[in-house]
Nanobody
Framework: QVQLVESGGDSVQHGGSLRLSCAAS????????MGWFLQPPGKQRELVAA???????NYADSVKGRFTISRDNAKNTVYLKMNSLKPEDTAVYYC????????????????WGQGTQVTVSS
């Protein structure tokens, strides 16, 4: 069984910073990509940032220059450093991992964390 456990969500003021962490555990053969989505109240989940195995990363336009994603492959962990936070960043943040459980798996399956709340007050 694979588990993704997030931490780091909190309430901060406009302009503040937070660092989210997400660790994947279980019987994992390989992880192709890890990243973060956010889901504001009453809205759909949307991609914030992704880090792929080759070292590449991509970001939503709304967070470019403010958020930085990084991975520690040895620990199966992904981080999201969030600077210059704005009230519109308020959301539940979900991490995900696209991974294989076995060498013989043809495709990567996506697993999700339980979500961590980030609240930014003005």
């Amino acid at each position: 069984q694979v588990q993704l456990v997030e931490s780091g969500g909190d309430s901060v003021q406009h302009g503040g910073s937070l660092r989210l962490s997400c660790a994947a555990s279980g019987s994992i053969f390989s992880i192709r990509a890890m990243g973060w989505f956010l889901q504001p109240p009453g809205k759909q989940r949307e991609l914030v940032a992704a880090a792929v195995g080759s070292g590449g990363s991509n970001y939503a336009d709304s967070v470019k220059g403010r958020f930085t994603i990084s991975r520690d492959n040895a620990k199966n962990t992904v981080y999201l450093k969030m600077n210059s936070l704005k009230p519109e960043d308020t959301a539940v943040y979900y991490c995900y991992a696209d991974l294989k459980l076995r060498y013989s798996d043809v495709t990567n399956d996506r697993y999700w964390g339980q979500g961590t709340q980030v609240t930014v007050s003005s």
